[in-house]
């Protein structure tokens, strides 16, 4: 199918998009930011009613992972309609709902595949997260939830409460590893450890006021939150601080499911069986539909006590199964996981010269550039953080540092520490090699001090005992991630627009570039991305009137540029 082409003059978008600001509610998001009327769509292009053409990293915010009208979802969607089947049909059992069941079984973790049971909720996401919540409240007899700072869940009432920001009764917050604005101030690996140590300590603590929970719910990557992926050990350290503890785990793999994060589900990479998981999204192969797979001892709520009139969407559930199966058969997880490699690598070379570029993230086709005000200077509650002279110090102004740009501290690591490549650490975060004194650009902060010797690996002693709760921060110089810069991020997105490329706004304070192609991007269509957004990156800079680096985005040698050896930040 081409994309033909539209004769308009723009007239009837401006028509189209003033009749919508008319009579569409005040709560609506995308149109505000991204004013254009999609009339056509093939994989990867937009095509809006004035002819105007986009290459689309919004992707349904996620949800084509085959991108628009792909073949094989549009021949499952026609065989439907033209068996004359049923569309809807609540929660009867048919035919194709078997099939997409099966392929649905086909791809889950093994250790959840063998004994899982299926719930079919209402056609989006955050019912499933209410449906979740129930099993697990239901299943264990508690009523507490763990979430964590950052997260989001949906819209709806009990989703809402768990996500981020959101003040709600029998909810306890956790701290997030994020390693670029770390609320303990230390980031990478030590981070981890002490958000893994500070849920660990809260529970058991008979004092700590968190209530009795009946499950730990969380985003292997938290997307809205900013393109945040958990560490894998940090993953695994949940797993077992919620088993031991008879804490059911609930894996929102709404965003992140279906090949995204560069394996079939984000648990993938950590080796994580999780009791529960909530997926929607590209599951439907772009139609609503949402589901919860459990383990089955988690089995134990009565007939009705989760419903939805629309659960039994059968053109989602054969778009669905044609979306499984095309990614499972063409290993597009696989292939995630290398273009979103060269793509980090590429955006992150090219941030090097540019200090409003905090931080490039991401995992597989999931990808986020944090924007920051460099020259602004830490915000009122980093400075707080810095100030405080012992670990313990700043760990208990966590909720601050979430608030701001809290102080980070990290020790530098050589690139081949214990022997693994890039740096990368138990919790699977990549270091660097810095020379003493030096901050590294792109990062927020780092452990530096006179000695570089003392510092290094698995750090010296005394850099050690400066990381130790209650001991002060002798000979350490700490710096801050600059404020985040939602002004420019959103200048940005509109000079991404004006070259034909759609993207997405996230993070604590919309300052996080998202990019969320669809699996099928081609190397052709992965350049030209890059191209653009480098462009509109390098514009929006120039009309904020800070200072970076001039020069594009760096060259690619063949369809990629080679894999780049050296500091990544």
């Not at 189209?16 to 995308?30: G, H, K, M, V, W």
């Not at 995992?363 to 915000?379: H, K, N, S």
């Not at 800070?546 to 760096?554: I, K, N, V």
Request: some cysteine.
């Amino acid at each position: 199918m081409a994309l033909s082409a539209v004769s308009d003059d723009g007239g009837a978008t401006r028509g189209i998009l003033r009749r919508q600001a008319l009579r569409e509610s005040a709560a609506r998001t995308y149109a505000r930011a991204l004013p254009i009327v999609p009339v056509r769509a093939r994989g990867m292009t937009v095509e809006g009613a004035d002819g105007r053409r986009y290459l689309d990293c919004l992707a349904g915010a996620g949800a084509l992972a085959l991108g628009h009208n792909h073949p094989v979802v549009l021949e499952a969607i026609r065989a439907v309609l033209d068996s004359e089947a049923p569309l809807q049909v609540l929660d009867l059992a048919t035919p194709v709902k078997d099939a997409f069941t099966d392929e649905l079984f086909a791809t889950l973790p093994p250790g959840l595949a063998a004994r899982a049971r299926v719930q079919f909720c209402g056609p989006a996401g955050t019912d499933a997260v209410e449906a979740a919540l129930k099993l697990v409240r239901i299943a264990t007899g508690r009523d507490g939830l763990l979430a964590f700072s950052g997260a989001y869940h949906g819209m709806t009432a009990g989703a809402l409460a768990a996500s981020g920001g959101a003040p709600a009764a029998g909810v306890t917050r956790l701290p997030f590893p994020y390693d670029y604005r770390c609320p303990f101030g230390a980031g990478g690996e030590r981070g981890a450890e002490l958000s893994a140590r500070w849920a660990e300590k809260l529970l058991d603590d008979p004092k700590g006021g968190a209530p009795d929970p009946a499950g730990m719910i969380l985003e292997p990557v938290q997307g809205e939150g900013g393109v945040i992926p958990a560490p894998d050990g940090w993953l695994r350290r949940m797993r077992e601080i919620t088993a031991a503890r008879s804490i059911a785990l609930i894996a929102d793999e709404v965003q992140t499911g279906v090949g995204r994060t560069g394996a079939f589900w984000a648990v993938d990479h950590s080796g994580v069986v999780p009791d529960v998981m909530v997926l929607s999204k590209a599951i439907g192969g772009g139609l609503p539909l949402a589901v919860v797979l459990y383990r089955e001892e988690l089995d134990v709520w009565p007939p009705g006590a989760h419903a939805g009139t629309f659960r039994g969407n059968q053109l989602a559930m054969a778009a669905g199964t044609a979306t499984l199966a095309y990614v499972r058969e063409n290993h597009l997880s696989q292939r995630a996981a290398v273009v979103g490699r060269r793509m980090l690598e590429r955006l992150r070379r090219f941030a090097a010269g540019r200090p409003q570029i905090g931080e490039v993230r991401g995992r597989g086709l999931m990808i986020g550039l944090e924007l920051v005000a460099p020259e602004a200077g830490p915000t009122a509650e980093a400075e707080a953080i810095a100030e405080a002279g012992t670990m313990a110090e700043a760990g208990a102004m966590a909720e601050a540092g979430q608030a701001g740009s809290a102080a980070r501290v990290r020790p530098v690591v050589d690139a081949d520490w214990e022997g693994t490549p890039g740096g990368a650490t138990p919790y699977g975060a990549s270091t660097s090699e810095v020379a003493p004194g030096e901050v590294a650009p792109c990062e927020g902060a780092w452990l530096t001090g006179a000695e570089g010797e003392g510092a290094r690996g698995a750090l010296g002693g005394d850099a050690r005992q400066a990381l130790g709760g209650g001991v002060p921060y002798a000979g350490v110089t700490r710096t801050t991630a600059p404020p985040a810069d939602p002004a420019l991020a959103a200048a940005v997105q509109q000079e991404c627009l004006r070259r034909g490329l759609i993207v997405e706004l996230g993070g604590r304070h919309d300052a996080v570039i998202r990019l969320l192609p669809p699996l099928t991007i081609t190397d052709e269509q992965t350049e030209a991305v890059l191209d653009r957004l480098a462009d509109a990156l390098d514009a929006a800079i120039r009309t904020s009137g800070t200072r970076s680096r001039p020069g594009g985005l760096p060259p690619a040698a063949g369809p990629f540029a080679p894999p780049f050896a050296g500091n990544h930040h």
